[in-house]
């Protein structure tokens, strides 16, 4: 469903995913985008009493405590929402073969034009922070396709970098702090491959808006294939190391390593209240934003 972005225009990236991916959602969803959207951005509308499986979170303990039963809030959806995404765009998203559909930053692009522009379709406002080094480029939030076109030419023009420091998440959350004042829908889209920290500000934004982190992944960053002798090298610090992938070993302790750190990133979106999905380069698009849209099914059921 991807193809070389560096070669092309914003205005060739949305026809093609217009005409591929759009086209298609719009008969497998039959319009049904409240259940990407439901739920962010809501006003107050009533009250009533507890049943199981409401969502804890909407408990109001005051009317709780002097009715000594438990109550839950109640909320409308606003006609408006506007939505934020905050963009990993650290060397390590370049992993994998430059310009193709098995680059974490080519699915970035894709994942993400198609959520601005069913978002933006419906009347709603999109924009963009993106992390580089630092916070390199922010995109003020904006409606209409002219606004997609906008932040897919930004997402193109962040350049590729090397020898770099490590990617540090923590200040980009804490400068979105400051940027987002309005309650709006967050997109977190990264690899997570961070200094640590970063889960307290994550969180406070998760109680500031309604949330939701894409893990980008590739599978080649799990499996070692047994190829024999390679390079491996850090995308950040540009570190290099020969390593024998015909060694079993090796290739069993890259995978308990890889599989500890998918556990500890699951435990961290857990600390900070934080819903996951993972997003990998072998996705196929369509079915990938399917699976997101079962997920904040469930969510609404909870609501």
């Known amino acids: 469903m991807n193809t070389s972005i560096?070669?092309?225009?914003p205005e060739k990236i949305l026809l093609r995913l217009d005409w591929k991916v759009i086209r298609r959602l719009d008969g497998l969803l039959q319009g049904d985008y409240r259940s990407l959207f439901y739920g962010f951005g809501v006003d107050f509308a009533d009250l009533r009493e507890y049943q199981p499986e409401d969502d804890i979170r909407y408990i109001d303990w005051n009317v709780t405590a002097r009715m000594n039963t438990p109550y839950v809030r109640q909320y409308l959806e606003d006609r408006e929402i506007t939505a934020w995404f905050l963009l990993d765009m650290s060397p390590s998203v370049d992993f994998g073969a430059a310009g193709t559909r098995n680059e974490k930053r080519t699915m970035l692009v894709d994942f993400v034009s198609v959520l601005a522009r069913l978002l933006t379709r419906h009347g709603n406002r999109v924009g963009a922070m993106m992390l580089g080094s630092r916070i390199q480029h922010t995109v003020?939030?904006?409606?209409?396709k002219a606004q997609v076109l906008r932040l897919i030419n930004a997402m193109l023009k962040q350049p590729r970098l090397s020898n770099v420091p490590r990617t540090n998440l923590k200040p980009f959350f804490e400068g979105a702090l400051h940027t987002i004042r309005r309650r709006s829908l967050v997109f977190v889209i990264s690899d997570f491959l961070s200094e640590p920290g970063w889960e307290r500000p994550l969180g406070m934004l998760s109680h500031r808006h309604e949330t939701l982190a894409i893990r980008l992944v590739d599978p080649r960053e799990t499996e070692l294939p047994d190829v024999g002798m390679i390079v491996m090298e850090d995308a950040e610090?540009?570190?290099q190391l020969f390593v024998d992938t015909h060694d079993g070993r090796f290739r069993k302790r890259f995978y308990e390593a890889a599989r500890r750190r998918e556990e500890e990133l699951n435990e961290a979106f857990k600390r900070a209240?934080?819903?996951a999905m993972t997003?990998?380069?072998d996705d196929d698009l369509i079915k990938a934003i399917l699976r997101f849209a079962?997920?904040?099914r469930q969510v609404r059921r909870k609501v």
């Open 273 to 275: 209240g934080v819903d």
């Open 6 to 9: 560096s070669a092309t225009t």
């Open 294 to 296: 079962n997920q904040r």
């Open 237 to 239: 610090t540009g570190e």
């Open 279 to 281: 997003l990998s380069t």
């Open 140 to 144: 003020p939030a904006g409606s209409g």
